[in-house]
Nanobody, 126 residues
């Protein structure tokens, strides 16, 4: 079993920055073998894929809505994935979830992910 814990959420003004962390753990867990994705869900909306970083070489993907503003990275030694969010907009307000895909393939499809964190609230407001 894999456990994922998000941290770093909070309230920020438009144009500001935040960094989310996703700490992964589990018996024998090795972050390098998993694809880690970030998803978000705003009230009344479906969960949407924001970014992922695949296993191995770490190919990355960004949704068009965050491209150029968000950066995903991985620290295998700490079993932690980060999502640096800059130039935040009110429409970025949502609960952000990290998730792990044990196949290691790159996918932004929520159905590809086996393990989910509890979520972290990001509110962008003045």
């Amino acid at each position: 079993q894999v456990q994922l814990v998000e941290s770093g959420g909070g309230l920020v003004q438009p144009g500001g920055s935040l960094r989310l962390s996703c700490a992964a753990s589990g018996s024998g867990f090795n972050l390098d073998f998993y694809t880690i994705g970030w998803f978000r869900q705003a009230p009344g909306k479906e969960r949407e894929g924001v970014s992922y970083i695949s296993s191995g070489k770490g190919s990355t993907y960004y949704a068009d809505s965050v491209k150029g503003r968000f950066t995903i990275s991985r620290d295998n030694a700490k079993n932690t994935v980060y999502l640096q969010m800059n130039s935040l907009k009110p429409e970025d307000t949502a609960v952000y979830y990290c998730a792990a895909d044990r196949t290691g393939r790159g996918s932004i499809d929520v159905r590809s992910y086996d393990y989910w964190g509890q979520g972290a609230q990001i509110t962008v407001s003045s």
